[in-house]
Structures are given as C-alpha cells and as structure tokens.
C-alpha cells in the first residue's frame, strides 16, 4: 500500500504550503518517514527525514531553515512545512518510508505514491 500525498498547489515566490502524507498503520508506527521532491527532467531527492518518533531530523541544505518536517504518529501523519518558496522549490513532492533516515536518505526505496505539485511562481 502506497504512502498518499496531499497539500501541494500553486504559491507565489516567498510564499508557504504546508504537505501531508499518510500511511498504512504497520508502516508508519514502524519506520521514519522522509520527503523527497522530482523537478522536471531530473532525479528524485532526498530533502527532509524524521526518524520514528520524531528525533534524527535531516534535511538537504538547500531546505534548511525553510522547511520543517514534523509527524503526528496518532494520526499517521507527517508533514512538510515550506516556507520561503523559491522556483526551484517548484517540483512533485512524495513522502516514503523506510527503518531509518540514513536509508531514507539513499533513497533507494520502492512503493512510491502520485506525490503531489508545487508550483511557485512570479
């Protein structure tokens, strides 16, 4: 069963959106959870991880201080919290799990949901 996105949608340059993304109980109460972001013609990447409950936080440096990860593990949420959008923030975003952040960090993970668009614009 895929992790499902939702929150994405279009914002002007400096704005916010905040993401979230559920999953299945077995996974979530077991895994951390990262997000990870695809622009148009390149690879997805690994850009914030949160371990199981909610310590070993990482992000890429280009998120940092712009976006928060944070998770609610009663409502099997975790969230994205993006602020200071710039263009090249503008790309589809996806959540996934895997035992730890360091794994998630790699990236090499399989079942991975729609994801859903950001658009940030002038």
């Known amino acids: 069963v895929q992790p499902k996105e939702s929150g994405g949608g279009s914002v002007q340059i400096g704005g916010s959106l905040r993401l979230s993304c559920t999953a299945p109980?077995?996974?979530?109460?077991?895994?951390?959870m990262g997000w990870f972001r695809q622009s148009p013609g390149g690879g997805r990447e690994f850009i914030a991880g949160?371990?199981?409950?909610?310590?070993?936080?990482e992000y890429v440096e280009s998120v940092k201080g712009r976006f928060t990860i944070s998770r609610d593990n009663g409502q099997r949420m975790v969230y994205l919290q993006m602020d200071k959008l710039t263009p090249e923030d503008e790309a589809v975003y996806f959540c996934n799990a895997a035992p730890n952040v360091a794994t998630l960090r790699r990236g090499v993970l399989s079942n991975w949901g729609q994801g859903t668009q950001v658009t940030v614009s002038s």
């Open positions: 109980q077995f996974i979530f109460s077991i895994s951390a």
């Open positions: 949160i371990g199981k409950n909610g310590g070993s936080i």
